[in-house]
């Protein structure tokens, strides 16, 4: 659950990026984003992160096209693709 809230609020400081016309990313969102990929350490982490991004995007109304452009938009390589098709296991 803990996970889930932390991407949760990484979420919310990339909203007006993936939910809006918006550019680019701001630096709280990049930063959040590093942080929540950083979080996830395990394989059982990045699993439940790429779960719970798959669960929450749509709440948000995150476009997926910008959600697969965030990690690259903030220098950040993550170990799935942000992407509502996405086979978590495989993360």
């Known amino acids: 659950m803990r ?3 932390t991407n949760t609020d990484a979420m919310q400081l990339c909203k007006a990026y ?3 016309p918006a550019p680019s990313p701001t630096l709280s ?3 959040a984003v590093a942080s929540v990929n950083a979080s996830a350490s ?8 790429c779960e719970c ?3 929450k995007a749509p709440v948000y109304g995150v476009d997926p096209q910008k959600a697969k ?5 903030c220098a950040v390589q993550v170990p799935f693709s942000c992407d509502p098709s996405v086979d978590c296991q495989s993360a």
């Open 69 to 73: 452009q965030l990690p690259g938009l």
């Open 53 to 55: 991004f798959k669960k």
């Open 3 to 5: 996970r889930s809230r």
């Open 18 to 20: 993936l939910t809006t």
């Open 42 to 49: 395990t394989t059982q982490s990045r699993r439940d992160l």
């Open 29 to 31: 969102c990049c930063q």
